[in-house]
T-cell receptor, first 114, second 114 residues
Framework: DSGVTQTPKHLITATGQRVTLRCSPRSGDLSVYWYQQSLDQGLQFLIQYYNGEERAKGNILERFSAQQFPDLHSELNLSSLELGDSALYFC?????????????FGPGTRLTVL | GENVEQHPSTLSVQEGDSAVIKCTYSDSASNYFPWYKQELGKGPQLIIDIRSNVGEKKDQRIAVTLNKTAKHFSLHITETQPEDSAVYFCAAAGGRNTGNQFYFGTGTSLTVIP
């Protein structure tokens, strides 16, 4: 158990819908990262937040957004969902926000878009 | 941005044999190289990491080597056991990034045959 929690574990929805994925980092970690894992794209970095502020942005679609709240938990919002958004979404956390820090991954949320 | 390539994509070994997984990276400024093990239905778990100021690191049956000049690093698992069967991912971080995002390889599915 990494100490990172994610809810829900599974999510099934329809195209065009909007969903919210939630992540709670390890105690003491200030950074939260979101990754998408699909069969054809592997693990892709989406976005990083550090102590409430956006720190780095990767291949995140405009239909997706995230935020980190004062209690440091984070939410990833996915809107106008398409079939291709079906994937595993992982949250990770680390103590610091800069390069070279260990990241600890949660168990993931499996999103299925029908 | 950083590009990480990983080989092989699948690897089968007999129990007790060694397994080697290789990765290359493109950004010479990357300075942190973690390896993750992902079991079915779970999130990636950090198993070993190495920083750019070190050439080799060992933890029991697992070792990682780094060649900065050639920009490649490798995972070595000795005396493999069936429980080593999983998907292994390499990653690179640091570089010219503003944050701590990881760039992952495409994964190696390791099967240890009893």
């Amino acid at each position: 158990d990494s100490g990172v929690t994610q809810t829900p574990k599974h999510l099934i929805t329809a195209t065009g819908q909007r969903v919210t994925l939630r992540c709670s980092p390890r105690s003491g970690d200030l950074s939260v990262y979101w990754y998408q894992q699909s069969l054809d794209q592997g693990l892709q970095f989406l976005i990083q937040y550090y102590n409430g502020e956006e720190r780095a942005k990767g291949n995140i679609l405009e239909r997706f957004s995230a935020q980190q709240f004062p209690d440091l938990h984070s939410e990833l919002n996915l809107s106008s969902l398409e079939l291709g958004d079906s994937a595993l979404y992982f949250c990770a956390s680390s103590v610091g926000g800069s390069y070279g820090g260990e990241q600890f991954f949660g168990p993931g949320t499996r999103l299925t878009v029908l | 941005g950083e590009n990480v390539e990983q080989h092989p994509s699948t690897l089968s070994v007999q129990e007790g044999d060694s397994a080697v997984i290789k990765c290359t990276y493109s950004d010479s400024a990357s300075n942190y190289f973690p390896w993750y093990k992902q079991e079915l239905g779970k999130g990636p778990q950090l198993i070993i990491d190495i920083r750019s100021n070190v050439g080799e690191k060992k933890d029991q049956r697992i070792a990682v080597t780094l060649n900065k000049t050639a920009k490649h690093f490798s995972l070595h698992i000795t005396e493999t056991q069936p429980e080593d069967s999983a998907v292994y991912f390499c990653a690179a971080a640091g570089g010219r990034n503003t944050g701590n995002q990881f760039y992952f390889g495409t994964g190696t599915s390791l099967t240890v045959i009893p």
